[in-house]
């Protein structure tokens, strides 16, 4: 088995650069995803980390620690937009098939 | 761009009735996956498909739900009694392959209300 954790809900200003931790426990590891859901909507793809360190894409960023079993993903510049759920998923060791995390809610003001 | 496509898109039915959702993937997509997604919470997987085989249904309860992929294409999930607990929204996701950590491409869901 595994679990995930991440934050419910964070709240962030127009503008601004808002960082979304997840940490998870799993017997193997096979790579961690990130996808974005908005309200109603399906999950979106927006990264996938192996290995350790920072992969940069545009205005999101994610960040994984394999010793520390931590990730967390950077917003840079934020838009209304970006307002969504952020799903945290890891593949439970033996499987490729990901795992997701309850997600976190982003609210983004002016 | 090449989507998911998923129906209905909503259905609204009365507990112990008998629903079913469909699903066409992207086109060479062998990897066929149904979750479902209570409110407030993350995708949950029930069934995994490689082209017309299950490969992972330990999730689905299998008393009132069924799955099948029959020529490795499109999908069909069913569900029979339908259940109070069971008003969820319904996601059907394809990808390349299962050999390893693949981007999976969501549908659009149908959100259930079983009253």
């Known amino acids: 088995g595994q679990n995930i954790d991440q934050p419910t809900e964070m709240t962030a200003t127009e503008g601004a650069i808002v960082q979304i931790n997840c940490t998870y426990q799993?017997?193997?590891?096979?790579?961690l995803f990130w996808y974005q859901q908005h309200a109603g909507e399906a999950p979106t793809f927006l990264s996938y980390n192996v290995l350790d360190g920072l992969e940069e894409k545009g205005r999101f960023s994610s960040f994984l620690s394999r010793s520390k079993g931590y990730s967390y993903l950077l917003l840079k510049e934020l838009q209304m937009k970006d307002s969504a759920s952020y799903l945290c998923?890891?593949?439970?060791?033996?499987?490729?098939?990901?795992?997701f995390g309850r997600g976190t809610s982003l609210i983004v003001h002016p | 761009e090449a989507e998911v496509a998923q129906s209905p898109r909503y259905k609204i039915t009365e507990k112990s009735q008998a629903v079913a959702f469909w699903c066409d993937p992207i086109?060479?997509?062998?990897?066929l996956y149904w979750y479902r997604q209570i409110l407030g919470q993350g995708p949950e997987l029930l069934v995994q498909f490689q082209d017309e085989s299950v490969v992972d249904d330990s999730q689905l309860p299998k008393d009132r739900f069924s799955a099948e992929r029959l020529k490795g294409v499109d999908s069909t999930l069913k569900i029979q009694p339908a259940e109070l607990g069971d008003s969820a929204m319904y996601l059907c996701?394809?990808?390349?392959?299962?050999?390893?950590?693949?981007?999976?491409?969501f549908g659009p869901g149908t959100r259930l209300t079983v009253t």
């Open positions: 799993t017997s193997g590891f096979n790579g």
């Open positions: 998923a890891v593949p439970p060791g033996g499987s490729y098939i990901p795992t």
């Open positions: 996701a394809s990808s390349l392959g299962a050999g390893a950590p693949h981007e999976q491409y």
């Open positions: 086109s060479g997509h062998a990897t």
